[in-house]
């Protein structure tokens, strides 16, 4: 296994985040029952853990296997969305590359089955438990988000020897490939430049795949929490794209029909397009009461740094852009509401013209023929 040059991890953590959809806000009532109410009272717009098993991973790479403890942690988010938590504590020597290896080649067991398939029937259990008695339908998107912390290895580096020496490694494992494809320079610096650490001597690199973290001690699980917060607002910001890409199609086959149907205010047409309608501004309005906040990180927290690091946490993971998407959904959507109730109601006033008109024949020709 050994190899000259080779990056080998005698311990560290690596740590994967599976973020899935439980079907909607859960209810307070559900969590209290779960967790507390004064946890909700007081977290009830972060993710919340509400439950932490014990467990035993293996991680295979080639005729090379480890064994590993692993924490299982289930953390809710109210708004929608809840992240299993798998940290797997690594005690024995292992290549840094043949992590890469194990993780995009099923090779992690956790539970004596593969991860996806253990993420897979882990979910399914925390979504029957947060549904309770009920059913929810389910958004097939899921996002998995790995993280790597270093905490005794070889050869011993600091973090500007580890980027100039392991900067191609490195930047495979923050892109969440393992492929042999040379790497453009501008690639691997680009990568290695997104460092989220307070201290000089620290590394908190981040990507839109995964984390690897030097030290960071003290602050570690503050940024963690930011993390995962950023990772639940990019799920849910993607269901509710998904949600609203459906209402679209409703929406357009009703305006169809106005432009087809002269008697389009007397078809199903109108209530199917506010149906859609009142759909859309339900999301809208959950955004405006409750996300909108979560996208200021001065309403997260008054410390800069954290401000800053949370800013570029929601930048690198793109939750500010499909923010704009879903927004601009929704007031196109509002328009072409608006254009529809216009177009109906000139629509509706022309045929009460022409009823009035034919009304005051009748009462001119009745009298005559008579």
């Known amino acids: 296994m050994d ?3 080779d990056l080998i991890i005698f311990n560290g953590r690596l740590t994967i985040l599976m973020a899935f959809g439980h079907g909607g806000e859960v209810e307070k009532s559900q ?12 977290r009830r717009n972060r993710p919340i853990e509400i439950e932490r098993t014990e467990g035993v991973a293996v991680i295979v790479a080639g005729n090379e296997k480890i064994t590993c403890s692993a924490n299982i942690f289930t953390d809710v988010f109210i708004a929608g969305v809840s992240i299993l938590r798998t940290e797997i504590e690594i005690r024995d020597r292992i290549l840094f590359n043949d992590i890469l290896v194990a993780l995009h080649s099923s090779s992690i067991i956790v539970e004596g089955l ?8 882990r979910i399914s259990e925390i979504r029957e438990k947060l549904n309770w008695g009920k059913k929810a339908s389910y958004y097939p998107i899921t996002k998995r988000y790995t993280l790597l912390k270093l905490k005794d290895f070889t050869p011993k580096l600091d973090q500007k020897s580890l980027r100039e020496q392991y900067g191609v490694v490195l930047t495979r494992f923050l892109s969440g490939e393992t492929s042999i494809r040379p790497l453009h320079s501008k690639e691997i610096s680009d990568k290695l430049s997104n460092d989220l650490s307070y201290y000089d001597e620290d590394l908190f690199l981040a990507s839109p795949e995964g984390v690897f973290i030097l030290g960071c001690e003290d602050y570690l699980r503050d940024l963690l929490e930011l993390l995962e917060l950023a990772i639940s607002l990019l799920l849910l910001f993607q269901i509710y794209d998904m949600k609203i890409d459906s209402e679209i199609t409703n929406a357009f086959d009703a305006l169809k029909k106005l432009t087809t149907s002269r008697l389009y205010f007397l078809t199903h047409a109108p209530r199917k397009l506010e ?5 859309v501004s339900e999301i809208g309005l959950i ?18 740094y954290y401000q800053s690091a949370y800013l570029k946490m929601l930048n690198t993971l793109k939750v500010t852009d499909f923010s704009k998407v879903v927004q601009h959904k929704i007031d196109v959507l509002e328009d072409l509401y608006a254009t529809a109730r216009e177009l109906s109601t000139e629509q509706l006033a022309m045929i009460l013209e022409f009823a009035i008109v034919g009304l005051i024949l009748w009462e001119v020709i ?3 023929v008579r």
Request: no cysteine; aromatic share 8%.
């Open 114 to 121: 593969d991860f996806q398939s253990f993420a897979n029937k």
């Open 366 to 368: 009745l009298p005559i």
């Open 3 to 5: 190899a000259t040059g």
């Open 275 to 279: 149906k859609s309608l009142f759909k």
């Open 287 to 304: 955004i405006l009461d409750d996300i909108e906040d979560l996208m200021n990180p001065h309403k997260i927290t008054a410390d800069w």
């Open 31 to 42: 969590l209290a029952k779960l967790v507390g109410s004064d946890v909700i009272a007081e």
